[in-house]
């Protein structure tokens, strides 16, 4: 999800370990590879800038008067008012 679906992530490939299974391993080599790509290439400038915009995304819902803060908020008034 994080690597297709919001682009922040590299999917890395598991090692084989059989008829179309995986022991769930990640080789160094894959682990190096990725590391590289997110810190020289361009997918790992995507990736940085995306964390960005999602960092600044997050600051604007939990400011002060942010949607994100406005329902929690709302939420905990109703809990409030419930364990009156």
Do not use: C, H, Y
């Not at 994080?2 to 080599?29: F, K, M, N, Q």
């Not at 999602?54 to 008034?77: H, Y």
């Amino acid at each position: 999800m994080l690597s297709e679906g919001v682009g922040l992530a590299l999917a890395l490939a598991l090692r084989p370990r059989g008829r179309s299974r995986t022991d769930g391993i990640v080789s160094r080599e894959e682990v190096a590879a990725a590391v590289t790509e997110l810190i020289v290439e361009a997918k790992g400038a995507v990736a940085r800038e995306k964390a960005r915009e999602l960092r600044e995304a997050a600051a604007e819902a939990w400011a002060p008067e942010g949607p994100s803060r406005n329902a929690f908020q709302a939420v905990v008034g109703r809990w409030k008012k419930a364990a009156s």
